[in-house]
């Protein structure tokens, strides 16, 4: 007779029971339909990248903004100008915000991909579980959170400087323009990182179309005193609605015109940035020039 008790049939004990884990069942997604964690990595890689050399990311812009202030006072503020019915340097510093964190989150954004593709290290973008929309919303999110932090970092500088009163009698222009004019940049830098093949290439887009477009906006004067062809062609200016609309915030007046025209360049920057949004979308869905 047996001595094994009845109902001896051998239990099988998982791993996952024996080790305690709680993984899921086999064949259950981990990802779903957004890939959060994966977007909030690289999104993070991003911030950590340029953070680690703050000094040359935020600071040093900041300094050279602040520089752009002193330098065009001095020249052209004296004997109490006005413009707007402000003095010249409260003036132009909202310009000067602006304009700074365009052009830092431009910087950001065209950067990534392109040391990716010199260096050969582009399969780190392309190998991870994330979808297209998920890499651009990362890359573009952390080109914003730099140009935020430069607009603080100026705007900080400003707030000390003699003869800035920077007042905020509209301050959801101030965020609006100032998103809206961060996000065009990170879309176009981020363009531009696909198309650039070397450094040159992403130099030559910075020096001949983003600085003459954002210098050419307005910033260190109203399009009043050009000649009527001229307006026209700043109208046509994208940057001259960023630049325009955030000093709006501060001052309660700008060249676009009243509130009506104000909000209604609130509402073309939010179009445009969605059409270039989609086509950034579409290139990288493509695989334009990053993909062999």
Request: no cysteine; net charge positive; hydrophobic share 50%.
């Amino acid at each position: 007779m047996s001595s094994q008790p009845e109902n001896s049939a051998p239990v099988s004990v998982s791993s996952n029971e024996a080790t305690g884990a709680a993984f899921p069942e086999r064949g259950v997604p981990q990802i779903g339909r957004i890939n959060r964690r994966g977007l909030w990595t690289l999104y993070m890689k991003e911030v950590r990248r340029f953070f680690k050399v703050q000094t040359q990311t935020i600071w040093a812009p900041a300094l050279t903004t602040l520089l752009f202030l002193v330098i065009f006072t001095v020249a052209f503020g004296r004997g109490e100008r006005e413009i707007l019915g402000v003095n010249f340097a409260t003036f132009v510093a909202p310009g000067l915000i602006a304009m700074g964190m365009m052009n830092n989150a431009f910087a950001n954004s065209s950067f990534g991909l392109l040391v990716g593709k010199i260096q050969g290290t582009i399969v780190d973008y392309l190998m991870p579980p994330l979808s297209e929309a998920e890499m651009m919303l990362a890359i573009v999110g952390a080109a914003m959170t730099r140009a935020i932090l430069v607009g603080g970092a100026v705007a900080l500088a400003m707030a000390f400087y003699p003869g800035v009163e920077l007042a905020a009698p509209h301050p959801w222009a101030i965020v609006w323009f100032g998103l809206m004019g961060a996000l065009l940049l990170s879309f176009a830098g981020l363009i531009t990182s696909m198309w650039a093949e070397k450094f040159d290439h992403n130099a030559a887009v910075t020096n001949f179309i983003i600085s003459p477009l954002t210098l050419l906006s307005g910033t260190f004067y109203t399009i009043q005193n050009l000649a009527p062809l001229f307006q026209a062609i700043s109208r046509a200016n994208p940057f001259f609605y960023v630049i325009s609309g955030f000093r709006y915030g501060f001052l309660g007046q700008s060249d676009i015109g009243d509130a009506s025209h104000v909000a209604w360049a609130a509402l073309g920057l939010l179009a445009f940035n969605a059409a270039l949004g989609y086509l950034t979308y579409r290139l990288l869905k493509s695989g334009w020039k990053i993909r062999s």
